[in-house]
């Protein structure tokens, strides 16, 4: 057996900070928790190369005292907790004291300090070890800066991810706190360049304008609540206003940003059905509790807790949001599709791949279906005398090939397969199965308030206008998109688009995808784009459908540009034809005549149904004219 021994000081302080400061996020996370401990009510935060090189926070706090300096970066030394019993009554964001000598122990650190209001102190430490302290002059509350992160601990780097990826955690980050204190002025800044500026006017709306921008802020809606245990409010977004993950639900429990699983799916059951499937809204939940109800003590980076009465939390916000959206009258998208009903269907009949050659001529016995756990028999090859006619009942047990078995595959190979398109399960008529090479000529009937009445023959088609408009909106943009060059105009006054930073930093990124639409943004400093022109397949309404596009990069993967090209070309025609219109017969015409042009006249670019024929068999089924 190995001989035990006592791992050393310098050692032990790097396997600690190991679970403490993970990236240069982690930094900035622990040092600003202990500014706003401290009771400051301006934080300054600046990073250098993703924070690997330098990071300095500074702020207007208490300060530390020159002789407890060396406390402060020793191990398990706190000046939050003393006691087993302030261990669950925790008000403060950090109290393990582990922060700034995990920090120290992989690092250089600087400490700038002032308590007094007379002279300061700075000290450095390296490696965990301590190499100088003196007097100087600083100004009240302290400086920190870290330098060279990993430097001793090298292996760590390569878990790292991107320069960029890094510097939006540590953005993450610094937002979370700045929605948990909008007391507090935040400024954040990467290399001279402000990344984040709150005014710490204890203004929520305005803080979420700073971190989300002033488009969302503006159209967020503010709500409370609260029971005997729990007070809850904060911001939530209209159901129109969604994102992809659900990264934007901020919860900030006493202050402190937490996950829970448990509440944020609160949130969701709030908005009940206003929400389509994988669309998460932008939320700023803020929870205030005794903190006798709360164990913070259950993870070492505090991003977890242990929650009491979870399940009553889970109910109030839950009951909070839903208030809220019914008193603002917000309607649900998609509660439409919770009753869709097959009557906008009209079957004719049940169509089935067939992938055995059998067909079970057996009668259920009673009425009553039997269920039959053995494998079917073994399939008999037997003589064309031998088929039989199903219509004439029979008892035998056999599985018979039946007379009408040629003439059903070759009915069956004519059917087109079922489709990923039929979400809802309905059974498809066969007027839906039109889907042959193209639409036939048509001569114009009529119409109605919502449909463009045809005719070919002695079969009626009946197309719905909106949809077939909106499909050829569809095409047209496709088109266009397809093309190398595509068509710009000026705008007379550019437009100034602001965003929050981290969406500012996306779109940064995907820039050079956003020009092969159409659209060139100029950063223009202060997390905000300027647009001088705009493609042409842009037709009203610029700025609403930029920002609509931006969006679908933001929450859109990517990965299939040929999708993200055709949802963009999708949503862009829904705006250009957003209602019916009256149309005049050359209207409808010319409508008929360009549907022929398009390979799948039948659904438009979102699978909804745009063409019903009607055969003459039909509608003399209809009338009871066959008997």
Request: with cysteine.
């Amino acid at each position: 057996m190995a001989q035990i021994h006592e791992l050393s000081v310098n050692l032990s302080n790097q396997i600690a900070a190991g679970e403490v400061i993970e990236r240069p996020a982690s930094v900035v996370k622990e040092l600003v928790e202990n500014a706003i401990d401290a009771g400051s009510s301006r934080i300054r935060i600046d990073f250098i190369d993703a924070g690997l090189k330098q990071i300095v926070v500074q702020d207007n706090g208490s300060g530390i005292p020159s002789n407890q300096i060396d406390l402060a970066f020793t191990r398990h030394a706190t000046s939050k907790i003393k006691s087993e019993h302030d261990l669950f009554n925790v008000n403060t964001l950090g109290f393990r004291g582990e922060a700034l000598a995990s920090i120290a122990a992989v690092s250089h650190v600087e400490i700038l300090t002032n308590s007094s209001g007379a002279i300061g102190t700075r000290a450095e430490f390296s490696a965990g070890v301590k190499k100088m302290q003196e007097d100087a002059a600083a100004r009240q509350g302290t400086q920190i800066t870290v330098k060279d992160l990993f430097y001793n601990t090298p292996a760590r780097l390569k878990y790292l991810r991107s320069p960029r990826t890094e510097i939006m955690k540590t953005v993450d980050i610094v937002n979370r706190l700045a929605l948990g204190y909008p007391e507090i002025a935040f400024t954040l800044m990467n290399e001279g360049r402000i990344l984040l500026r709150t005014a710490g006017n204890n203004n929520l709306r305005q803080t979420v304008s700073s971190v989300y921008g002033r488009n969302i802020a503006e159209r967020m809606l503010p709500f409370k609540g609260s029971d005997n245990d729990f007070e809850v409010s904060g911001l939530i977004s209209k159901p129109e206003l969604t994102r992809s993950t659900r990264n934007f639900i901020s919860i900030l429990l006493n202050g402190r940003y937490i996950r829970n699983f448990k509440l944020a799916s609160a949130v969701m059951a709030g908005y009940g059905n206003n929400l389509t499937d994988k669309h998460y809204p932008i939320a700023v939940i803020k929870i205030k509790t005794d903190p006798l109800l709360v164990d913070v003590n259950v993870h070492p980076t505090k991003r977890e807790v242990r929650l009491s009465k979870e399940t009553e939390l889970s109910r109030l916000i839950t009951s909070a949001i839903s208030s809220v959206l019914l008193k603002n009258d917000v309607k649900s998208d998609a509660l439409s599709n919770l009753n869709s009903t097959k009557e906008d269907t009209l079957v004719d009949q049940l169509k089935f791949n067939l992938n055995k050659n059998v067909v079970e001529t057996k009668r259920p016995n009673a009425g009553i279906a039997e269920i039959n756990e053995q494998p079917p028999a073994e399939i008999k090859h037997i003589q064309h005398s031998q088929y039989v006619n199903l219509d004439i009942p029979r008892d035998d047990e056999h599985y018979l090939i039946t007379a009408t078995w040629d003439d059903n595959v070759v009915k069956q190979c004519s059917l087109t397969p079922f489709t990923s398109k039929n979400t809802n399960n309905e059974i498809i008529s066969s007027g839906d199965e039109v889907l042959a090479a193209s639409l036939p000529e048509l001569s114009f009937v009529g119409q109605t308030p919502i449909f463009i009445i045809a005719a070919n023959n002695d079969d009626l088609y009946l197309i719905d206008q909106v949809a077939a408009r909106r499909l050829l909106a569809f095409q047209k943009i496709i088109h266009e998109l397809s093309n190398s060059k595509i068509s710009q105009q000026g705008l007379l006054s550019p437009l100034i688009l602001d965003f929050g930073n981290l969406d500012f930093l996306q779109i940064k990124e995907k820039m050079a995808d956003i020009r092969k639409i159409g659209i060139f943004l100029e950063d223009f400093g202060q997390d905000t784009f300027i647009l001088r022109s705009y493609p042409t397949w842009l037709k009203q309404n610029i700025e609403h459908s930029i920002r609509k596009i931006l969006d679908l990069f933001l929450n859109v993967d990517q990965s299939n540009s040929q999708n993200l090209i055709k949802r963009i070309a999708a949503d862009q025609a829904q705006r250009e034809v957003s209602g019916r219109k009256k149309l005049t017969t050359a209207d409808c015409g010319a409508i008929l005549t360009d549907l022929r042009q398009i390979a799948d006249p039948y659904h438009d670019a979102k699978g909804n149904l745009v063409i019903v024929r009607i055969r003459q068999s039909d509608l003399r089924k209809m009338f009871k004219r066959n008997k």
